[in-house]
């Protein structure tokens, strides 16, 4: 046999009877050996590239800081940043923990947490507002579309679909990211009393969750939606992806009530009853509430660590309003300059809208919908104005005008 026709890794020099494989490649070849060895050492560069990565994260974001940045974007909630910035420090120090070493003895249980609060109190803006400063991926999802195996409607997998995308489908940083499971509430049970209708998005959401939450291998489907059996699955490990749920828990305040006895009457009333504040008992909120309200005992146990949103009181809602990087009249001002015109908004119209977004009972959300019945039809004329508006002043008269429009005068101005 010719010199010429012996085959040779272009690596190692090994010939064709000392490798399992040889592969060809365009003007050489790479034996099987050659391969694992470059595979190694490309995992070890990569590896310690993500320990890089995790250590400069914990370097800039500590727990106060973290906080710090969330008070630039959220008004109050001190208690529930508190509590998710804790958390978020501590899934990083987790998976920095995960990357050092697998010897050590001690292994770090994750702590997925539930915020409870009434709608419009911040609770999606916190999850997105931590999305901007993180170096993981992050994804918020909606249980609300969420149904069991089976019936229309998305699989819980599909959860993990959106991570996947929010990590251009690098499985390895998928697995370390957070997932924030939005409008938690409307998958508990919705009665304890058996139906003849099967309650698909309730309580068999709730035990799909389970193993979701707690670390298991699951199959997602790439593409989201229902899962076929024929299709391409992607294995993703959640064991160190942190799981964070809210949800409004509309009427659990009556959970807690009834909890704390505070509706008891004569001499058999509760001591405790005289020391609670009635106007806010989301704050005595307990694992037993959730589990009245509807959540399964074990879901509860999977989200350990339980904090709540304060209702926002007029003081917080005239912050809302004004202080924030992305406030109201900010944005409002913003979309104004990009016309040319200049917006001010008269004091006693802040007053009035925080005055009116208080009886809707909307909370922030309620801000904009008064603030778009004010400005709207001034939006519609500015940009068709021949002679551009370059100062534009809202005052209490205009703004009560565009109110009773609007036919929002039947609620009466505190």
Avoid: W
């Avoid at 993500?50 to 500590?62: D, E, F, S, V």
């Amino acid at each position: 046999m010719s010199k010429e026709t012996i085959l040779r890794c272009s690596m190692c020099g090994r010939d064709k009877k000392e490798t399992k494989i040889l592969i060809a490649g365009i003007n050489g070849h790479i034996c099987d050996n050659c391969v694992t060895q470059a595979y190694t050492i490309v995992k070890e560069e990569n590896g310690g590239n993500q320990k890089q990565q995790i250590q400069q994260a914990l370097n800039l974001l500590k727990p106060t800081a973290i906080k710090q940045k969330l008070d630039e974007y959220v008004i109050g909630q001190d208690d529930a940043k508190k509590v998710l910035s804790v958390a978020v420090y501590n899934h990083f120090k987790r998976i920095a923990h995960v990357a050092k070493s697998n010897t050590e003895e001690i292994e770090i249980d994750k702590s997925n947490l539930i915020l409870v609060g009434e709608t419009g109190t911040g609770k999606t803006l916190l999850a997105r507002t931590i999305a901007k400063m993180l170096n993981v991926p992050f994804c918020i999802a909606d249980a609300t579309v969420l149904t069991e195996a089976g019936y229309v409607g998305e699989d819980v997998e599909s959860i993990l679909t959106r991570l996947l995308q929010a990590a251009d489908y690098d499985v390895a940083a998928a697995e370390k990211g957070i997932v924030f499971i939005d409008e938690v509430d409307k998958i508990a049970r919705k009665s304890d009393n058996p139906s003849i209708s099967r309650d698909v998005s309730g309580e068999g959401v709730q035990q799909a969750m389970l193993k979701l939450l707690e670390g298991t291998i699951v199959n997602v489907p790439p593409q989201g939606g229902r899962k076929h059996p024929d299709a391409k699955m992607i294995q993703v490990n959640t064991k160190n992806i942190l799981f964070i749920c809210g949800g409004a828990f509309d009427g659990i305040e009556k959970k807690i009530a009834n909890r704390l006895n505070t509706q008891a009457v004569g001499y058999s009333a509760s001591v405790l009853a005289n020391e609670v504040d009635k106007t806010n008992l989301l704050q005595y909120i307990s694992p037993q509430d959730l589990k009245a309200f509807g959540l399964i005992p074990e879901l509860i146990g999977r989200l350990p660590v339980l904090t709540y949103l304060k209702p926002l009181d007029r003081a917080t809602l005239r912050s809302i309003l004004t202080e924030p990087k992305n406030a109201l009249i900010k944005q409002y001002a913003h979309l104004f300059k990009m016309e040319g015109c200049k917006l001010s908004v008269d004091e006693e119209v802040l007053n009035l809208i925080v005055d009116k977004a208080l009886e809707f009972k909307l909370g922030a959300r309620g801000l904009r919908s008064i603030c778009e019945a004010i400005i709207t039809d001034v939006m519609y004329t500015l940009p068709s104005e021949e002679k551009p508006t370059k100062q534009l002043t809202i005052t209490l008269d205009y703004a009560m005008q565009k109110l009773k429009n609007a036919r929002l005068t039947h609620l009466q101005v505190a």
